[in-house]
């Protein structure tokens, strides 16, 4: 039995046209029962499978959408490209997943990688302050494009991400209320752009309840958040410079390095009378609820991201990849109280 290479040759062994083929690849139920049964015999016989991606060349508009994140080492891009995933699938799109890790270099060639599948659309979590936003602008004028999480100004048709501000504004009020108002601790070089964003929110908010706000920062670059927060954690304990009681840090991985120094340093971390310190966060990383203490931290709504995110790409596929105007959605953040303040 010679080897089936193509469409049209399986369309000739099946008895039916090359569009009835294709009408069935792309969707079964489309076709005729007898028809179907027939092309699913043939399918069974020979052994044939159709290459996917050639299939999108040819048609007008193809079913791939890419998603684009910058670190999917990181647990918070893994749950939130995961979701997507689930949700592009369920939506009638084959999702490719794709991650820059930290390289600006990397990012433009997986778009121009991307370009080249002529893609229906791009959910893309840009790098941020790191891309190289000239040749991301001319992608996105190319490719209908919706960023998530790192809203980088006039990159995109739209912005789905979590508003920075809930997330301050739910901590600080908490912390303020509970005990002694916090300390900010972030990286002196921030990797994400809401690193800047938060702290802002930060300084902003302690103005308005009228209390002096504390900015530290732990050294270091990169992804690599958990050590940054361990050795700048360390170096502050050592120091013996804290004002308060009670830290708030930038992200959930900065916490987590953060809680592992106090570890080291025999601090006890809790909401107890016997405690020497309160440590909260934001994210509601996944791993954030199994750390020692617990974390209590400001969370990302991961559904409501992720669903209004492929909402907003299908209606912007639907709309011929423009919009009248740069839409912009934010979701609130939702305090979870743990053990650690």
Known sequence: MSRIKNMEEFASVCGVSRPTISKYFNDPASVRASIRERIEEALDEHGFRPNIYAINQNRRLTKIVGIVVPYLADPFFAEIARVIEQRCVAAGFSPSLFSSHGDPDLEVEILESLRSLRPAGVLLAPLGRASRKAELERFCKDVPTVVFD????????????????????????????????????????????????????????????????????????????????????????????????????????????????????????????????????????????????????????????????????????????????????????????????
């Open 150 to 341: 790192s809203n980088v100004e006039g990159l995109g048709e739209a912005f789905v991400g979590s508003d920075n501000a809930s997330f301050v504004s739910q901590t600080v009020d908490y912390l303020a209320r509970s005990g002694e108002a916090p300390t900010f601790f972030e990286m002196r070089n921030p990797a994400n752009p809401n690193a800047n964003k938060r702290r802002n929110a930060y300084l902003a908010k302690m103005e308005e309840l009228g209390l002096t706000p504390r900015v530290v920062k732990a050294e270091g670059t990169g992804w690599g958040f958990e050590e940054i927060g361990r050795e700048g954690g360390l170096n502050l304990l050592a120091g013996d410079t804290l004002e308060t009681d009670t830290i708030l840090c930038s992200n959930d991985r900065l916490a987590i390095g953060f809680l592992a120094a106090c570890y080291e340093r025999g601090v006890k971390v809790g909401r107890g009378a016997d405690c020497d310190l309160r440590v909260a966060s934001m994210d509601d990383h996944p791993f954030s609820r199994f750390t020692c203490p617990s974390l209590t931290t400001a969370a990302h709504d991961y559904d409501a991201v992720s669903r209004n995110a492929t909402e907003t790409l299908k209606n912007l596929i639907d709309a011929g990849g423009r919009f009248d105007h740069r839409d912009q959605t934010l979701h609130p953040a939702r305090l979870v109280m743990r053990q650690s303040a």
